[in-house]
């Protein structure tokens, strides 16, 4: 019986073996291994919830070892692995056997009555001893359904010491799923949209409550169907952070692949539910505007996953974007770019995913006004060229759709004028087409294209080469801005079910990209 628990670090993490020594000499428990104050303290809770569980406590000297010996150990996860390790030894020497000749993995925490409690991070635990080759694990009943997500593992929810010792010995108890089981079942609180799956439509989700707002709304579908990232800019009042917030309703729900990454982040901060142990609804994170550069990018001594791992595979949503650090905005362009995020801390370094979808709602200045019809405009122009100079160009061109969201659209542009953008029902429609032909054609979103498969997807004929030239030279376009306009072109052409892209599709892509369609005219 070899028993492994699991010190978190970063996305990673790593294994630790818990052994444990009984010798002769004065009763004392000596735990060694580079453990921190909780690991240390569990000492004491553990020899506790031995007792009041009703096993006797070794009367030799316990030596515990937690290897490798150069690896901080850190939480309250090791209290139960400990326990199990002494109560295992002392078993042996007195020349009890029949356990589990398997490798183990063990997580919990244990209250002074012989309870097990919850941990954080059972589901990176248990992937990674997957990976290992650990096959077998017991951890805190809350956490099972978390741990039984990992396909092959035979996982024991115990909810005490006494039924967590008994487990060592009796295979019977384990439950898992099977290891070629296929896609994990969808949530029932999901529906179906031309075989793709999305969240069900809970109040305040229907974009049919947006009167007028089609080019946002448009530009909300082609961002869901490609993964792009967008940008609306308007007025307070004028209805985009209103548009933004339904958009996890015609986000489609993750795929297995995907919702692995994202569940194991989740685990590592502790934000799991024991309703939904595979996170299958893309995150939609909104991070208040005095949020740190370590809050958005992670940090700390444990290197905890930010709001940009956290978004991984979702969506990032920066409401009033310019209101947030200079610093904290200009951090993004490096993980939109690579979709991973390294962090270092006293030696250790670790690597998050942070593959996310960014949208952004911005006002045109401080009283946001400007270029307003119908009120002025009190900031000056240094005022004005302040506020925008947060966006860096860069930034900005890591943008791939730009709207500017009029104040009176509602006058200007009635829904029953655009067919097919009314009912979230009925953007689902286009965006369920788009998805299934990206998935088929290449395996991922358009957004994610590498410049390869630009060239081999995003074929253009003379007419719609002849627009984007046009276009670059007018508005300046950079080498990623065009590729971003193809990317989107793409998109739009996927949503029409067209398989090659038309002038139309190339010009609508132009229309969203160029920055004079983003700013008043007047800016």
Request: with cysteine.
């Amino acid at each position: 019986m070899q028993i492994y628990s699991f010190s978190p670090f970063g996305y990673e993490g790593a294994l630790v073996t818990v052994e444990v020594d009984l010798r002769r000499g004065i009763p004392a428990t000596d735990i060694v291994g580079l453990a921190d104050g909780a690991v240390k303290e569990s000492r004491e809770r553990m020899q506790a919830a031995i007792r009041n569980a009703g096993f006797e406590y070794p009367g030799e000297r316990v030596l515990i070892s937690l290897s490798p010996a150069d690896l901080k150990k850190e939480g309250a996860g090791f209290d139960l692995p400990v326990a199990l390790g002494v109560l295992g030894a002392k078993a042996i020497d007195e020349g009890a056997s029949g356990f589990i000749d398997e490798p183990l993995l063990v997580m919990g925490e244990l209250e002074l009555s012989g309870r097990v409690r919850a941990v954080k991070g059972v589901h990176a635990a248990v992937s990674t001893a997957a990976a290992s080759g650990i096959m077998r694990c017991i951890v805190p009943v809350q956490n099972a359904d978390e741990a039984r997500e990992i396909p092959g593992v035979q996982v024991y929810g115990a909810d005490s010491l006494e039924n967590a010792f008994r487990a060592l010995s009796d295979s019977s108890f384990y439950v898992g799923r099977a290891a070629t089981g296929g896609e994990a079942e969808v949530p029932a609180d999901c529906t179906e949209t031309e075989g793709i799956y999305f969240p069900e439509i809970a109040a305040g989700y229907e974009f049919a409550e947006l009167k007028g707002q089609y080019r946002l709304v448009r530009a909300l579908q082609i961002a869901a169907a490609g993964g792009h990232n967008l940008i609306a800019l308007g007025a307070p009042g004028c209805g985009k952070t209103m548009a933004i917030q339904k958009f996890p309703a015609i986000n489609p729900v993750l795929t297995t692949d995907e919702a692995q990454s994202v569940t194991r982040i989740w685990s590592l901060a502790g934000l799991i539910k024991p309703s939904e142990p595979l996170i299958r609804i893309p995150p939609f994170r909104i991070p208040h505007q005095t949020a740190s550069i370590e809050g958005i990018c992670g940090g700390g001594p444990n290197c905890r996953p930010g709001e940009i791992s956290l978004a991984h595979n979702g969506v990032l949503f920066l409401d009033e974007a310019a209101e947030f650090r200079s610093s904290v905005l200009q951090m993004l362009r490096v993980p939109l770019e690579n979709g991973t995020i390294s962090l270092s801390r006293a030696g250790r370094t670790t690597v998050y995913p942070a593959r996310f979808q960014l949208l952004m709602a911005v006002n045109p200045c401080p009283c946001g006004n400007y270029g307003s019809k119908s009120k002025i405009c009190l900031c000056s122009l240094k005022s004005i060229d302040q506020y925008w100079k947060k966006f860096s160009a860069p930034l900005l061109d890591r943008v791939d759709l730009r709207v500017f969201v009029e104040n009176n659209a509602e006058e200007t542009c009635e829904p029953e004028d655009r067919p097919g953008l009314t009912t979230t029902e009925e953007i689902r429609t286009g965006v369920a087409r788009a998805i299934k032909a990206q998935r088929k054609r290449q395996g991922q979103k358009n957004a994610l294209l590498s410049p390869q498969e630009i060239l081999d997807h995003c074929q253009l004929d003379s007419e719609g080469r002849k627009l984007l030239d046009t276009a670059t030279l007018r508005y300046g376009f950079s080498p990623r801005a065009i590729a971003s306009c193809l990317k989107v072109a793409r998109t739009i052409a996927d949503l029409a079910g067209e398989r090659n892209i038309n002038p139309e599709h190339m010009s609508e892509a132009i229309d969203f990209h160029k920055l004079c369609s983003t700013l008043p005219p007047e800016l």
